[in-house]
């Protein structure tokens, strides 16, 4: 049992971790399993190769990787220039920037997990593109990659998919962690992701899978259960400088996760993933340490950890698992995806 505080030095911020609350009886609202498998192509998916899309483009009958500006951008080119607002403290904008979407594969059936490990080094290797094109934009502060998986994060398609904001504003997640990162150079002339990584591998326990080039772990500070973080050892500001090796780590390492957040309860194990890039603006940002953050909302099979008084209400975090058990159960899963078990 573990009922304490703990300190996320990243978003500067305490997270209330309560593992004898997940006892607790549950007569709430539960949530699909979602286990019936996919087809490899879906007739009237919009992402399918060759299929027409909302906007009334088609498809190309892509073999690999596919990316395309989003049918339905939250920031785009077109965004009209609103009206100023005069009165008191509030102030407006164009929504300027870029949408993307990102197919992984043809197969409406390969979720990141079962992804091959060439096509996962592929996939990493077009982001590293995609990052490249997108930040020399003039109008780009920040360019958020991510991917929702699950009905219950509502995923709108479930053709495995990553989407790109390239905005004209740094996200606030993003903000804090810069500041943090440059905080802590000037005060210990040390980057803070590099001590959260030796802290991890010191304790070992949370610790999902460790190469030359990169690491998982639950954080010590994880918030949802099951969160983990995958990142390349060496600092870098964001995915684009990664060499190829880094890069086949990286890939290798995320895979297993995953595979192994499957094999959990042998079902497409739901989760928001986002890569954390540094901004991109005239300054450097000291310390800043590109890694993807893993965030799972399920506490168990059909049982979400909803977000409630102390995450929406008070903007703290009340994690009820202890992240070192959550490790354990991720670790001792098999590192090969059960759906290839089934099919041998
Ligand atoms: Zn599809
Ligand atoms: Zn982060």
């Known amino acids: 049992m573990v009922w304490e505080e703990r300190w996320h030095p990243l978003r500067r911020e305490w997270v209330v971790i309560s593992s004898h609350r997940d006892r607790r009886p549950w007569q709430g609202e539960t949530v699909n399993d979602a286990r019936t498998p996919p087809a490899p192509y879906v007739p009237d998916c919009y992402l399918c190769p060759g299929n027409v899309r909302v906007s009334g483009e088609r498809n190309p009958r892509y073999t690999g990787v596919f990316a395309f500006d989003n049918d339905h951008p939250c920031v785009g080119p077109t965004a009209p220039e609103p009206p100023p607002v005069a009165t008191g403290p509030y102030h407006n904008r164009r929504a300027n920037g870029l949408s993307r979407v990102v197919c992984y594969s043809p197969r409406h059936d390969l979720s990141l997990a079962e992804l091959p490990h060439n096509e996962a080094v592929n996939l990493l290797s077009a982001l590293q593109e995609q990052f490249r094109e997108l930040a020399a934009r003039p109008e780009v502060r920040h360019v958020l990659m991510f991917e929702n998986k699950g009905d219950v994060v509502g995923v709108s398609n479930p053709h495995p998919h990553c989407q790109i904001y390239a905005t004209n504003f740094v996200f606030r997640t993003i903000e804090v962690e810069a500041e943090a990162s440059a905080a802590y150079v000037t005060e210990t002339g040390r980057v803070l992701f590099q001590d959260i990584i030796a802290a991890e591998e010191q304790h070992q326990r949370r610790v999902i899978s460790s190469s030359e080039h990169a690491v998982a772990f639950v954080p010590y500070f994880a918030r949802y259960p099951y969160e983990t973080f995958v990142a390349p050892r060496a600092t870098h500001p964001n995915i684009a400088s990664l060499s190829s090796v880094e890069l086949d780590h990286l890939a290798r390492s995320l895979s297993v996760t995953l595979i192994r957040m499957d094999n959990l309860w042998q ?43 102390p995450e929406i209400g008070g903007g703290n975090f009340l994690n009820d698992t202890a992240p070192e058990d959550k490790a354990e159960e991720l670790k001792s899963r098999p590192s090969v995806h059960y759906r290839v078990d089934e099919s041998q």
């Open 267 to 309: 079902m497409p194990f739901p989760y928001v993933m986002a890569l954390h890039q540094a901004p991109i603006s005239g300054h450097a940002h000291p310390g800043f340490h590109f890694h993807i953050e893993i965030h799972t909302p399920l506490r168990k099979p059909g049982l979400l950890k909803y977000l409630a008084g």
